[in-house]
Structures are given as C-alpha cells and as structure tokens.
C-alpha cells in the first residue's frame, strides 16, 4: 500500500492556551480522506524554560475524549528526539501542538506516477513567505487580465 508524504506542523500558542478551534477542521480534512493524523503532541515550555510533552494518551479521559476519532490513525512516528529538536525553538511561557500527519491525497497520484514509469524528481514546500509573494503577483494579474 502506498503511502502519502509526511509533513509535520508546529503550531505555537501564546500564554501556554490552547483552544479547540482548529481540531474541527483537521478532523474534516481527515474524513474526508486528505490527511491521516499520525501523530499529535502538546509541548509546553514555562516562564522557568522547563518544557513538558503530552501526549493524548497522558490526557484525562474527558479531555482525550475530544481525540478519539483522530486516535484510531495514530502511528507515533514522533521520537523523544524529534519532539526535542521540534520544540528547541518554543519561547518561554508558550505551548505548542505538533503533529505529524500524511498527505493521503498524494498516495493514489504517487501510484498512478508509478503505474506511467514515471519519478518524484524533486518536490518541496514553499516558505509562506513565498506563498504570499505568489498570492500578491496572482492579484495583481488577476486585475489585469482584459
């Protein structure tokens, strides 16, 4: 069975809060078969710089309850070493969410590349830096298409 490539996020909360406003929307991505959740960690450093890992299944049961139905794909790819080297950057008296989920969308085309004889020569994410530049020159033609 072929995979998708993995791509890890890092979302970094002010304060050590986190909120539940973004977990409906990775669930919908998942059902609706674009993503699978592999794997999804809480970092929190204090005002004292000490960091503290969560995982879902350290969480009590009515807050892991929230996970279930992301729970059923966990694969905890995640090492103690890539949670470390993930979370060096997280400043003081913030929190962070990682996960770690597959573009599940990728595998079929990844099979289809492949059925055509064809490779993955290279490939990439762009900076968001780049992606707005690219979202600002594509406004501009946009307005001077005539």
Not at 22 to 33: D, F, S
């Amino acid at each position: 069975m072929a995979t998708g490539p993995f791509e890890f996020a890092i979302i970094g909360f002010e304060g050590n809060r986190f909120t539940g406003e973004i977990l409906p929307r990775v669930r919908a991505l998942q059902e609706k078969g674009l993503i699978r959740v592999a794997d999804l960690l809480f970092v929190k450093r204090d005002a004292q710089n000490q960091i503290r890992v969560t995982e879902i299944t350290d969480l009590k049961d009515e807050e892991a309850r929230v996970y279930t139905d992301l729970l059923n794909s966990f694969v905890g790819l995640l090492s103690v070493e890539d949670v470390e080297q993930l979370a060096s950057g997280l400043p003081r008296n913030s929190s962070a969410a990682i996960v770690l989920f597959e573009h599940t969308w990728a595998a079929e085309l990844k099979n289809a590349v492949l059925r055509a004889n064809g490779r993955l020569l290279g490939g990439g994410l762009l900076r968001s830096e780049e992606v707005e530049r690219l979202q600002r020159d594509l406004a501009a033609s946009a307005g001077s298409v005539d």
